[in-house]
């Protein structure tokens, strides 16, 4: 089963600074099936990227995902107010199970 | 409108069942596989269970393993966890989420707003 570890677990940033956020599995994974997702208090996820560097429908452009084999990372350019949240990575295996990093909180500083 | 909507939350005490229901509007349910997540108070998500557009791929998570079910009637456009022997541990916001499309593996495009499970004494 593979493990991913999310860094670091509090990112404290001023709008218009960027965040680059990694998340690292135990052991190889396509990045086709790498995904990123924001949560804010209160509401479900949103899938922000798939295929570990697609975003999905109407992402801003100012996220992006990059990364391949154990090393992924999400980076949101001149962070917003509204970005202020607890990203998630997560994985899909073959048999159509997740997994799930423990999550990066982005707060305001 | 599409949307997820779960229901069947609620307190409940350790070593009883619960049945959760995701009722699905706005898109054609039969065709997606459907899972479920939990997320417990002021923790990360947790990958619950999976089940394929037609009901013949079915995976859980080993917490769940042999004490959750997961199934879904398409002709309702609903899908539902049947939880039994239920625990603290399964304390949590259990959201229903449709996988895009294409494939067996793949992200979730759509989540439901979740209910809330507690299991307490």
Same mark, same amino acid.
């Given at each position: 089963?593979?493990?991913?570890?999310?860094s670091?677990?509090t990112?404290?940033?001023?709008?218009?600074?960027?965040?680059?956020?990694?998340?690292?599995a135990?052991?190889?994974?396509?990045?086709?099936?790498?995904a990123?997702?924001?949560?804010?208090?209160g509401?479900?996820p949103?899938?922000?990227?798939?295929?570990?560097?697609?975003?999905?429908?109407?992402?801003?452009d100012?996220f992006s995902?990059?990364?391949?084999?154990?090393?992924?990372?999400?980076?949101?350019?001149?962070?917003?107010?509204?970005?202020?949240?607890?990203?998630?990575?997560?994985h899909?295996?073959?048999?159509?199970s997740?997994?799930?990093?423990?999550?990066?909180?982005?707060?305001?500083? | 409108?599409?949307?997820?909507?779960?229901?069947?939350?609620g307190?409940?005490? $350790? /070593?009883?069942? #619960?049945?959760l229901?995701?009722a699905? &509007?706005?898109?054609?349910?039969? *065709?997606y596989?459907?899972?479920? =997540?939990?997320?417990? $108070? /002021?923790?990360? #998500?947790e990958?619950?269970?999976?089940? &394929?557009?037609?009901?013949?791929? *079915?995976?859980?998570a080993?917490? =769940?393993k042999?004490?959750?079910?997961?199934?879904?009637?398409?002709?309702?456009n609903?899908?539902?966890?049947q939880?039994?022997?239920?625990?603290t541990?399964?304390s949590?916001?259990?959201?229903?989420?449709?996988?895009a499309?294409?494939?067996?593996?793949?992200?979730?495009d759509?989540w439901g707003?979740?209910?809330?499970?507690t299991?307490?004494?």
């Amino acid at each position: 089963e593979v493990v991913l570890t999310q860094s670091p677990g509090t990112l404290s940033l001023s709008p218009g600074e960027r965040a680059t956020l990694s998340c690292r599995a135990s052991q190889s994974v396509s990045s086709t099936y790498l995904a990123w997702y924001q949560q804010k208090p209160g509401q479900a996820p949103r899938l922000l990227i798939y295929g570990a560097s697609s975003r999905a429908t109407g992402i801003p452009d100012r996220f992006s995902g990059s990364g391949s084999g154990t090393d992924f990372s999400l980076t949101i350019n001149r962070v917003e107010p509204e970005d202020f949240a607890v990203y998630h990575c997560q994985h899909s295996d073959a048999s159509a199970s997740w997994t799930f990093g423990q999550g990066t909180k982005v707060e305001m500083k | 409108q599409v949307q997820l909507v779960e229901s069947g939350g609620g307190v409940v005490q $350790p /070593g009883t069942s #619960l049945r959760l229901s995701c009722a699905a &509007s706005g898109f054609t349910f039969s *065709i997606y596989g459907m899972h479920w =997540v939990r997320q417990a $108070p /002021g923790k990360g #998500l947790e990958w619950v269970a999976v089940m &394929s557009y037609d009901g013949s791929n *079915i995976n859980y998570a080993d917490s =769940v393993k042999g004490r959750f079910t997961i199934s879904r009637d398409n002709s309702k456009n609903t899908l539902y966890l049947q939880m039994s022997s239920l625990t603290t541990e399964d304390s949590a916001v259990y959201f229903c989420v449709k996988k895009a499309a294409g494939g067996i593996s793949g992200p979730g495009d759509l989540w439901g707003q979740g209910t809330l499970v507690t299991v307490s004494a």
